[in-house]
């Protein structure tokens, strides 16, 4: 297939190297940053692209893969060539491509993606949605020929899936970097909670977090949390998180584990 990629970000560069390896060719590649657009370019033999007004439509489907508030702008610009525009946000409803299209579809990635780290795309859960079969089966299929993992997702059940996302990968990021800076003021080093991390991971490859969550608020220990609170003393928005996340947890337990 021939595909123009808009956009030269972290979600454009790991998919324009995986829809190339797919075999697909990728016309153009699309970024105000002249740098950007080259370097994308180079990398998996396009044109580089700085003024939308330079896009033209010798092309099977346009991918927009910029920031949210970008993408109508840039689906305005694209409507004009009367191909099939899909965007690949996880917040954005299909309705935003139609006020210019009704060749308008989702292709959306669920991963966190990073420039510097390589990423196993056939592992990369791809949601799709077109609005109408034709487009649906045909971005089915290109989704196919790069994930072992394609799913029917409408703009709504998208929106949902993006917030989980948002509490399953953006927040423990955030508690990650939290853990750090606590570590780091007592001189003690990140890589000593790497095991954790990863164990933890590997739990929920198997069963649901329900089932895996420990520590002392699902087992009520409140004289460990409040010691936990005072270690917090000088951070009182540490202290509202770990409260907060606590009193969830023994929310969720519901007190099954108040005993042990």
Do not use: W
């Not at 396009?46 to 939308?52: G, K, Q, R, S, T």
């Not at 439509?57 to 840039?74: C, M, N, P």
């Not at 487009?135 to 020929?145: H, K, N, V, W, Y």
């Not at 909670?193 to 069963?207: G, S």
């Amino acid at each position: 297939m021939r595909i123009t990629l808009i956009g030269s970000g972290n979600v454009a560069t790991h998919l324009g190297a995986a829809l190339k390896n797919a075999g697909h060719h990728i016309v153009q590649v699309y970024s105000p940053n002249a740098h950007n657009a080259a370097l994308l370019a180079y990398h998996i033999k396009a044109e580089p692209i700085i003024n939308l007004k330079d896009i033209h439509a010798d092309t099977d489907l346009f991918i927009i893969s910029v920031k949210d508030d970008a993408i109508d702008e840039v689906a305005a610009a694209l409507a004009v060539h009367q191909k099939p525009i899909a965007h690949t946000s996880g917040a954005t409803a299909l309705k935003v491509l139609l006020k210019y299209t009704e060749h308008a579809g989702v292709f959306y990635p669920l991963q966190t993606f990073s420039k510097t780290r390589e990423v196993d795309f056939r592992q990369v859960p791809m949601c799709i949605e077109g609005a109408y079969e034709d487009l649906s089966i045909m971005l089915r299929q290109l989704a196919q020929t790069i994930s072992n993992n394609v799913q029917y997702v409408n703009s709504d059940q998208r929106k949902i899936l993006h917030l989980a996302a948002v509490f399953a990968c953006n927040f423990p990021n955030y508690l990650y970097h939290a853990s750090q800076q606590l570590l780091a003021g007592h001189g003690l080093d990140f890589n000593l909670l790497r095991p954790l991390i990863i164990e933890t991971a590997h739990k929920v490859e198997q069963q649901l977090p329900s089932g895996m969550q420990t520590g002392p608020a699902i087992r009520h220990d409140h004289k460990t949390m409040e010691a936990h609170l005072q270690l917090l003393h000088n951070n009182e928005l540490m202290q509202n998180i770990y409260t907060l996340l606590s009193q969830a947890i023994i929310k969720m337990d519901d007190g099954k584990h108040s005993v042990e």
